[in-house]
């Protein structure tokens, strides 16, 4: 079964920093290209980031570009976002998601989701 | 950036009924298209892919359909376990972009 478990939300103060993880399992991670999107409760969904299978193409909302980077580890199929200089609007529940596409050097869509981590900005 | 427009933002409807959800885009992005449900508490699971291709799985009262810049999800006959938030999402281009989302409620 393809499953996909965040960790690493949490309260944060404004500017501090916060590393997502995301622990990738039931596929061959390193084939597929995966996402970074967020959710403010009550609120639409709002795609953050995305990273190609080989890492050769990387992606970001305008809203969180230099401030927030994604990466991967394939020999642990893990995911990550590190997020620095942390906004109160960034508060929100983040998902980590897998692309569809097997081994294309570009982004498509959401297949599978991961039931989110929640991470709080707040003094 | 290319903008995804929901309509309506939500509706009433009854079990049985048909449902249609639109979804425009800013400019043209063939059918690069994927929709989403959201029922209440979950995360997002995937509907549709290429604007009218059915993700394994979904049930076939479920349709796609449209390109260019107007695409539309259907509903063919409302059940219960649909009432949840839909949302559109374009993969033409980057920044990837949702839809405001479309609620469909139980009348």
């Known amino acids: 079964e393809v499953q996909l478990v965040e960790s690493g939300g949490g309260l944060v103060q404004p500017g501090k920093s916060l590393r997502l993880s995301c622990a990738a399992s039931g596929f061959t991670f390193n084939d597929y290209a995966m996402h970074w999107v967020r959710q403010v409760p009550g609120k639409g969904l709002e795609w953050v980031a995305g990273m190609s299978w080989s890492g050769s193409l990387i992606a970001y909302a305008d809203s969180v570009k230099g401030r927030f980077t994604i990466s991967r580890d394939n020999a642990k199929n893990s995911l990550y976002l590190q997020m620095n200089s942390l906004r109160i609007e960034d508060t929100a529940l983040y998902y980590c998601?897998?692309?569809?596409?097997?081994?294309?050097?570009?982004?498509?869509?959401?297949?599978?989701w991961g039931k989110g981590t929640t991470v709080t900005v707040s003094s | 950036d290319i903008q995804m427009t929901q309509s309506p933002s939500s509706l009433s409807a009854s079990v049985g009924d048909r449902v249609t959800i639109t979804c425009r885009a800013s400019?043209?992005?063939?059918?690069?298209v994927a929709w989403f449900q959201q029922g209440p508490g979950k995360a997002p699971k995937s509907l549709i892919y290429?604007?009218?291709n059915l993700q394994s799985g979904v049930p076939s009262r479920f349709s796609g359909s449209g390109s260019g810049t107007e695409f539309t999800l259907t509903i063919s006959s409302l059940q219960p376990e649909d009432f949840a938030i839909y949302y559109c999402?374009?993969?033409?281009?980057?920044?990837?972009?949702f839809g405001g989302g479309t609620r469909v409620e139980i009348k």
């Open positions: 290429a604007a009218s």
């Open positions: 998601a897998k692309d569809p596409g097997l081994r294309l050097g570009t982004l498509f869509y959401m297949d599978v």
């Open positions: 999402q374009q993969y033409k281009s980057h920044p990837l972009t």
């Open positions: 400019q043209a992005i063939y059918n690069y």
